[in-house]
């Protein structure tokens, strides 16, 4: 390129698309519709802070998420920094300072970046923002809540834990960067996989990524685990030292139980930690669903 010659524009509407859905503020596009402010997007980060799936807020009224704010309906604040409280699926709420930025066709782009907390790191704790994912921290309470309703009306509760193959080999061959960027690559996948409002996906200290889901069946979540592998194949990330192949696989165990009174949620935790280990040790690529 000559030193008179432009830089060529980023016109990849899928690269932009993905640049977007995983910044590191949540954001949601509005416009006015039928005398109310409906959301048209939402973005990965903002459906991780609100614990939702990424297509929950699509066609909601702001007010959906949004349940204490200033008064601006017409966002004449446009750019300003706003504190407002956004409602999670539990019913919790997280203080966000919005900023607003004007679209054509009278639409609005709205970022929140949650507000800072007297205890350094306690939103943090509670969502990987970088990654879209809660933490093993929130999804163990939401087990702990789910097991002990589970014990009351018999509804089951499944935990699944995922590890990628040979991933201390991935990590010394490519080091620490590039394996952060596949970790988020492989936590993204599964948590765009679960639909459900009511699914909880976490990373875990040890690079695993937990799934929690309630209500379903033990061969409907052993196939769902399954379905996950495969997407994991699909991505064709290369991994010289595969056990399976040329390219990166997760192991995976599932387990599916109705809780039982006189166990904890300890139980789940250690069954699932054997299935994988069971599954590793079978050469990895595979689920294997565990029994409490």
């Known amino acids: 390129m000559s030193e008179t ?65 200033p008064a601006d309906p017409n966002m004449t604040a446009s750019g300003i920094g706003m504190r407002v409280r956004l409602k999670r699926v539990d019913g919790s709420m997280v203080d966000c300072e919005r900023w607003a930025v004007m679209l054509p066709d009278a639409r609005v782009a709205l970022y929140y970046r949650p507000a800072a907390r007297t205890s350094p790191g306690a939103l943090a704790a509670a969502l990987e923002r970088s990654s ?82 309630v209500s379903m069946e033990p061969d409907a979540a052993l196939g769902f685990a399954e379905q996950i592998l495969g997407r994991i194949r699909i991505l064709s990330v290369h991994h010289p030292r595969s056990t399976s192949g040329r390219f990166l696989s997760v192991s995976a165990g599932v387990v599916t139980a109705s809780p039982p009174r006189d166990r904890g949620v300890e139980a789940i935790v250690l069954a699932t930690t054997n299935a994988l280990h069971l599954a590793r040790s079978n050469g990895g690529n595979r689920a294997v669903r565990g029994e409490l």
């Open 5 to 69: 010659e432009a830089p060529t524009p980023v016109h990849d509407a899928s690269l932009l698309t993905e640049v977007l859905r995983h910044a590191l503020d949540g954001i949601a596009v509005v416009e006015t519709r039928d005398g109310a402010m409906r959301i048209v997007y939402a973005n990965a980060t903002l459906a991780a802070l609100l614990r939702r799936s990424e297509d929950w807020a699509v066609d909601r009224p702001l007010d959906a998420i949004e349940v204490e704010a």
């Open 132 to 213: 879209g994912l809660s933490s093993e921290e929130h999804l163990l309470d939401m087990l702990t809540r789910d097991w002990s309703i589970g014990q009351r009306d018999g509804r089951t509760v499944t935990l699944m834990r995922f590890e990628i193959d040979a991933w201390a080999e991935y990590r010394e061959i490519f080091g620490r960067s590039a394996s952060e960027n596949v970790l988020r690559q492989v936590g993204r996948t599964i948590a765009t996989v679960t639909k459900r409002a009511s699914d909880v996906v976490a990373r875990t200290a040890t690079d695993e990524i937990l799934v929690l889901g």
